[in-house]
């Protein structure tokens, strides 16, 4: 199998799922800063604390068995050019940890190259692998740093941005957002992750626990990716993102993705996550 480069014509996945963007009217009341001596230490063990608790509940909330959700996504270029795809994404969480996820591009009908396969391992190593149907083989990409060319995103966002990965601390507990009062969160990397983002701001919502915002940084600590969520409702019980849009900077390119359509709790057969499966569909 080859490894594939994601500067050329990649895969690409639900980048939605991906948190949102923080937000420019943020924070009014900040968590106090450490000061000199054992009250600056105590203050700074609570923020940590405070932040895997709420980054605890907010992984929670992601942790959904198997979905099915179709979306369309609208890329405009930094010269003005847009175009518009239509893709469905299906997903599927395994007991131990693990997760599969399939995405197809539905329309227009030349995208279908860029049908994907994604698998990320119970200890968060990721996998996307796409049908090139003009050698008849498989390209598998096999770092969460990797880039896919459509959106210019990487593995990693377009698994939920994998949130684990970050140790995080309570910076802002009445930061002021548009989906209502948050928490404001700063992750840094984990040492060992594999990452192209070693820092990451986040907004939680006080009411849900769901993501509101976010932000990533890169290894100069500016912004790299900005992405909001503009609007959410409940499907099912679960809390759902309904439109969000990712100012990706570093391509210069602005996605907003509208849902469609979300289904939760699905039965899903594991042969739909399979090479067999995804060469298949690539001929429809």
């Not at 230490?41 to 509940?57: D, L, N, T």
């Not at 941005?161 to 309570?170: D, T």
């Not at 290894?219 to 959410?232: C, G, L, M, Q, Y």
């Not at 391509?251 to 298949?280: C, G, M, N, W």
């Amino acid at each position: 199998m080859n490894k594939l480069t994601f500067g050329s014509r990649c895969l690409i996945a639900f980048a939605a799922t991906l948190l949102a963007a923080f937000s420019s009217a943020c924070a009014t009341r900040s968590v106090a800063s450490p000061d000199a001596g054992g009250a600056g230490s105590e203050a700074g063990e609570q923020a940590a604390r405070e932040g895997e608790r709420i980054i605890g509940r907010c992984l929670s909330q992601l942790q959904i068995g198997q979905s099915m959700v179709r979306m369309r996504a609208t890329i405009q270029d930094s010269d003005g050019a847009a175009r518009v795809v239509d893709l469905t994404m299906l997903r599927k969480r395994l007991p131990d940890g693990a997760q599969w996820a399939l995405a197809e591009f539905t329309s227009p009908q030349e995208e279908r190259d860029r049908d994907a396969l994604i698998k990320v391992s119970p200890k968060g190593d990721v996998e996307a692998t796409r049908f090139m149907q003009s050698t008849g083989s498989f390209v598998t990409a096999r770092s969460a740093s990797d880039e896919e060319s459509l959106f210019g995103m990487t593995l990693q966002e377009l698994v939920d941005g994998q949130l684990e990965k970050y140790q995080f601390k309570l910076i802002d507990q009445d930061a002021a957002a548009s989906g209502g009062p948050a928490y404001r969160l700063d992750g840094k990397l984990r040492p060992g992750s594999d990452s192209k983002f070693p820092r990451v701001v986040l907004l939680v919502s006080k009411e849900s626990y769901t993501p509101l915002a976010a932000e990533f940084y890169d290894n100069h600590n500016e912004i790299a990716r900005r992405v909001a969520i503009d609007k959410t409702a409940e499907v099912q019980g679960h809390w759902t993102r309904m439109k969000w849009t990712v100012d990706n900077r570093s391509r210069h390119k602005t996605i907003v993705f509208d849902l469609v359509e979300a289904k939760y709790d699905q039965s899903i057969p594991d042969s739909t996550f399979t090479e067999e499966h995804l060469k298949k569909i690539a001929f429809r």
